[in-house]
Antibody
Framework: QVQLVQSGAEVRRPGASVKVSCKVSGHRLTELTMEWVRQAPGKGLEWMGGYDPEDGETVYAQKFEGGVTMTEDASTDTAYMELSSLRSEDTAVYYC????????????WGQGSLVTVSS | QSALTQPRSVSESPGQSVTMSCTGTSSDIGGFSYVSWYQQHPGKAPRVIMFDFDKRPSGISNRFSGSKSGNTASLTISGLRAEDAADYYCCSYGGSRVVFGGGTKLTVL
């Protein structure tokens, strides 16, 4: 059984950056397709991007290109999502989730990490 | 990619059935089979309840069913229970891109 455990809540000033981690257990991270989804307070789910095994590259949603970096540390089975130049609109719960390449669905989710951007 | 279109809310009485729609385009729902549905209770992470339009993951009740017609996917919940009250999101994957619907809030009266 895959389990994803994310880092805790963070508070940042506008213009700063934040790095959220997602630790995988029950499976090797290299055998998973890890992606990131965020949810602003009271709003819906928004896909940010993730690793595309077909291309072997990380794909970012157009809205986040240039402002987010997703990386993985295979030695610790931990994925990271770093968001820079934070604005108040980036206040959200950030989820890591694994997408099944056969079904296209996100079958496993982390518990979410709240990032608050406030001056 | 624009978000998929879902009704903002639906409501029905316990024991009844409800169907919620998810409308996209030929570039997403109409063109790919990777459509999934997620249930989210307040303060919780989403969980997948349907994938490939009409397949249920292990452990999901057969009260949940899915379908597709053209550019629209639908989720039907039969025999509504109080615990079905939640937000429901559809999702389409294709061309290395993922798009979610805006979500439908289900109220069980």
């Amino acid at each position: 059984q895959v389990q994803l455990v994310q880092s805790g809540a963070e508070v940042r000033r506008p213009g700063a950056s934040v790095k959220v981690s997602c630790k995988v257990s029950g499976h090797r991270l290299t055998e998973l397709t890890m992606e990131w989804v965020r949810q602003a307070p009271g709003k819906g789910l928004e896909w940010m991007g993730g690793y595309d095994p077909e291309d072997g590259e990380t794909v970012y949603a157009q809205k986040f290109e240039g402002g987010v970096t997703m990386t993985e540390d295979a030695s610790t089975d931990t994925a990271y999502m770093e968001l820079s130049s934070l604005r108040s609109e980036d206040t959200a719960v950030y989820y890591c989730a694994t997408r099944n390449t056969n079904t296209g669905a996100f079958h496993y989710w982390g518990q979410g990490s709240l990032v608050t951007v406030s001056s | 990619q624009s978000a998929l279109t879902q009704p903002r809310s639906v409501s029905e009485s316990p024991g009844q059935s409800v169907t919620m729609s998810c409308t996209g385009t030929s570039s997403d729902i109409g063109g790919f089979s990777y459509v999934s549905w997620y249930q989210q209770h307040p303060g919780k992470a989403p969980r997948v309840i349907m994938f490939d339009f009409d397949k249920r993951p292990s452990g999901i009740s057969n009260r949940f069913s899915g379908s597709k017609s053209g550019n629209t996917a639908s989720l039907t919940i039969s025999g509504l229970r109080a615990e079905d009250a939640a937000d429901y999101y559809c999702c389409s994957y294709g061309g290395s891109r993922v798009v979610f619907g805006g979500g439908t809030k289900l109220t069980v009266l």
